[in-house]
Nanobody, 129 residues
């Protein structure tokens, strides 16, 4: 089992920045070391959308991955010593308003939501115009 605890988010004006953190807790550290980590978001009335993913396996040179709507504005990173996933969000737009979820899944999951096995509780991000 992996527990994911998110923090950060909040309210910001358009053009501003926010950051999210997600700390993972698990007794199975060896198994967890191969898990892909990602951020998804869900706006009211919409399906959950892929934001970004990062693989922790060194043989994947294309990592990290980003959804088209956030490329160039968001940055995903993972601190192995702290078991913490980050999402730095810059140049925020009103359409970025959503509940943001961190997730842990099988290696190679990238944007495939069904491959993510563990989810955080979600953090609200609201961008005013």
């Amino acid at each position: 089992q992996i527990q994911l605890a998110e923090s950060g988010g909040g309210l910001v004006e358009a053009g501003g920045s926010l950051s999210l953190s997600c700390t993972a807790s698990t007794a199975s550290k060896n198994r967890f070391s191969s898990y892909e980590m990602a951020w998804f978001r869900q706006a009211p009335g919409k399906e959950r959308e892929f934001v970004a993913a990062i693989t922790r396996l060194t043989m994947s040179p294309k990592s990290p991955f980003y959804g088209d709507s956030v490329k160039g504005r968001f940055t995903i990173s993972f601190n192995e010593s702290k078991n913490t996933l980050y999402l730095q969000m810059n140049t925020l737009k009103p359409e970025d308003t959503a509940v943001y979820y961190c997730a842990a899944g099988r290696a190679g999951a990238i944007s495939r939501i069904s491959e993510y096995l563990y989810w955080g509780q979600g953090a609200q991000v609201t961008v005013s115009s």
